[in-house]
């Protein structure tokens, strides 16, 4: 053997025994996975999104390059880390796992509701969202639901997914926002959204943070640079499948362009079932260079024509030494 090849095969057996000593190390060690055969190497790319009736074993072998899920399952339970794993979680899988977690609204089915909110209700929360029952808008600036927030958040990363997904980012748009006599909500919301991720980041660097909608905060540079990626419903179709108005597609993909031009990735939602809107739908997405998801308005189970696939990569045969 050559003594450059000798040398090599040295070192590779000196880091294989570091990495049996120091099993934190092979831990890190396995983030190369993640990070060769991540989606981000290959954007735009889609993000399924599905709170419902989802089986990890029924999905572990679905090639979606990400997925959202709620922290909890149908029955209000955690879902374990091995379950986790199987959805996408962890350095050993290249599929991105996002939790979901709503910052602009409090929600009654949460472990964080108390009943007696419906007495006595804490300063913070507002009035009940009339399309959504058991949601309601929340005073997002508050410290105490900041700190709830914070929480929650904590739990997603300690649980194992690869990032978050913060939903109800444009309450700062309601009306109701606008009585509480705020000087700049949607700059509030900006530095709250900033606050998060650092939080996270600080945690773990890797972790990745997702917004939906709120595309007019994209022109802040702050916000932009707090944020991997974000999810845009209904850019091309109504909730009940009607075209959206051209005037309205155009403003929204204006911003949207603003975070695709700084290298995040854009996921469209679409709420479509009729064949030739979805096939609209890849169309128009694959044309503004964005990733796209169809799906039903309840976000029940994933559907597997609604999106591109990853390719699955085959694992790397182990390596043997070469004969002296």
Excluded at 159 to 186: C, H, K, L, S
Excluded at 208 to 232: F, P, R
Excluded at 244 to 262: C, F, G, I, V, Y
Aim: hydrophobic fraction near 40%; proline fraction near 7%; glycine fraction near 6%.
């Amino acid at each position: 053997m050559p003594p450059w090849c000798r040398i090599a095969v040295h070192r590779l057996l000196a880091v294989s025994l570091f990495l049996m000593v120091h099993p934190a190390a092979a831990e890190n060690a396995g983030l190369d996975r993640k990070q060769a055969h991540s989606p981000d190497a290959r954007m735009p790319y889609s993000v399924v999104y599905a709170l419902q009736n989802i089986v990890p074993s029924n999905v572990s072998n679905l090639n979606y390059p990400a997925l959202v899920i709620d922290r909890y399952n149908d029955a209000g339970q955690e879902w374990d880390r091995t379950e986790i794993a199987q959805m996408g979680g962890g350095s050993g899988d290249p599929r991105l796992l996002l939790g979901y977690l709503s910052i602009g609204e409090a929600e009654d089915y949460r472990p964080y509701w108390q009943s007696s909110w419906a007495r006595i209700p804490p300063s913070w929360l507002g009035p009940e969202n009339p399309q959504w029952r058991g949601n309601y808008a929340v005073k997002f600036w508050d410290p105490p639901w900041q700190e709830q927030v914070k929480i929650d958040l904590d739990g997603i990363i300690d649980r194992g997914f690869d990032g978050a997904m913060f939903d109800v980012v444009d309450v700062y748009e309601r009306a109701w926002i606008r009585q509480q006599v705020r000087t700049n909500p949607a700059l509030e919301m900006t530095k709250f959204v900033r606050t998060l991720s650092e939080h996270a980041k600080s945690k773990r660097s890797d972790f990745k943070i997702y917004v939906n909608n709120a595309e007019s905060l994209l022109k802040n540079a702050m916000y932009l640079n707090s944020i991997d990626g974000l999810l845009k419903e209904n850019l091309y179709y109504s909730d009940f499948g009607q075209k959206q108005p051209e005037a309205d597609t155009n403003w929204s993909r204006q911003h949207l362009n603003m975070a695709k031009a700084a290298g995040k990735n854009v996921s469209v939602i679409e709420y479509v079932s009729d064949p030739a809107k979805i096939a609209d739908v890849r169309k128009r997405a694959g044309a503004d260079g964005y990733g796209f998801y169809t799906t039903n308005i309840d976000l029940k189970g994933i559907n597997v024509d609604g999106f591109v696939p990853i390719q699955p990569t085959a694992p790397v045969p182990p390596s043997s030494s070469p004969a002296e």
